[in-house]
């Protein structure tokens, strides 16, 4: 068998290699133009996240001021329980101390009661003692005489 050989003149094969070349710049500018995509989408999704991890950090740092309010509000209420009790504890101890001072009063005019009723008494009792002690001198001295 004969082979048959097809010579490629110049022209035609500056016409394959201006056809490569054209779909090399075409697939080449396919992709870039996928990469620019993947470029815009990767950008896109980079700004979305740092749009997120912004409002997650606006969201943190209000949670922190209002943490920061909480805690002042209760230290203050704290502070407030603090300041009432003292003057509650304050009025109670001048309350026992007020009453001690009464007690310790009461029990000196009582001692002093105490003193002047066992004085009454033994003078009660001596006046007693001497009527009884006159009356049994005077019978002795004057006898039921008929």
Do not use: C, H, W
Request: charged residues 35%; negative net charge.
């Amino acid at each position: 068998m004969a082979e048959e050989q097809n010579p490629v003149t110049q022209n035609e094969l500056v016409e394959i290699v201006r056809r490569l070349d054209e779909r090399i710049s075409s697939l080449d500018r396919r992709m870039d133009d996928r990469f620019e995509t993947v470029n815009e989408r990767i950008s896109s999704l980079d700004r979305r996240m740092d749009d997120r991890f912004e409002l997650i950090n606006e969201r943190i740092s209000s949670l922190d001021r209002r943490m920061d309010d909480r805690f002042e509000l209760i230290n203050e209420r704290i502070s407030s329980l603090d300041r009432s009790m003292s003057g509650q504890l304050e009025a109670i101890n001048e309350r026992i101390s007020t009453l001690d001072r009464n007690t310790n009063q009461n029990l000196a005019e009582m001692r002093t009661d105490i003193r002047m009723l066992a004085r009454f008494v033994m003078g009660f009792y001596g006046a007693i003692l001497a009527v009884v002690g006159v009356a049994f001198t005077l019978y002795k001295l004057f006898p039921n005489t008929p």
